[in-house]
């Protein structure tokens, strides 16, 4: 079974994003501070998911996300504290004493979508899409002029 955003970007996507290898250090944290993380402000794109799955974790009209090769996402703190929801190769990781989504391990493992509303410190990305609009939650209306994919970036 699949969990949140773990099948929304194609192989062989191109992805915008920053290289420096310099970046700094962004800090992460669920609601009641439990779990900590730290991440390189290296993410690679940055995306709101309007599918069902998203909006049922965030409890949200959408979830914003970041994604970045997993191994660039270290928790600094209470990594006893997380519940996975998925396998060891695609999840969601939430928080078990406030049930804050921290992240979603996506694309066979190698990557994460970090929900940018559990980051601490402003990344240098912003979203460039909607994605999922076509199961987009129907009291909801997109009002900026981001590009709009009915499913996948490219699904028009």
């Given at each position: 079974?699949?969990?949140g955003?773990?099948?929304?970007?194609?192989?062989?996507?191109?992805?915008?994003g920053?290289?420096?290898?310099?970046?700094?250090?962004?800090?992460g944290?669920?609601?009641?501070?439990?779990?900590?993380?730290?991440?390189?402000?290296?993410?690679?794109?940055?995306?709101?998911?309007?599918?069902?799955?998203?909006?049922?974790?965030?409890?949200?009209a959408?979830?914003?996300?970041?994604?970045?090769?997993?191994?660039?996402?270290?928790?600094?703190?209470g990594?006893?504290?997380?519940?996975?929801?998925?396998?060891?190769?695609?999840?969601?990781?939430?928080?078990?004493?406030c049930?804050?989504?921290?992240?979603?391990?996506?694309?066979?493992?190698?990557?994460?979508?970090v929900?940018?509303?559990?980051?601490v410190?402003a990344?240098?990305?912003?979203?460039?899409?909607h994605?999922?609009?076509?199961?987009?939650?129907?009291?909801?209306?997109?009002t900026?002029?981001?590009?709009?994919?009915?499913?996948?970036?490219?699904?028009?």
């Open positions: 079974m699949r969990y955003c773990v099948s929304h970007l194609r192989a062989g996507v191109a992805m915008t920053s290289e420096n290898s310099n970046a700094r250090i962004l800090t944290e669920c609601y009641c501070r439990a779990v900590r993380y730290e991440v390189a402000d290296q993410f690679s794109y940055a995306m709101n998911c309007h599918c069902s799955n998203c909006r049922r974790t965030t409890g949200s959408f979830k914003p996300f970041a994604g970045i090769p997993q191994e660039k996402l270290r928790i600094v703190r990594d006893d504290q997380r519940i996975i929801f998925g396998d060891d190769t695609t999840h969601d990781a939430h928080c078990a004493r049930g804050s989504l921290l992240y979603s391990r996506v694309r066979d493992g190698k990557w994460v979508h929900a940018m509303g559990t980051l410190d990344p240098s990305i912003r979203p460039s899409a994605i999922f609009v076509g199961s987009k939650a129907p009291w909801h209306e997109i900026d002029n981001l590009p709009q994919y009915r499913g996948h970036v490219g699904d028009g």
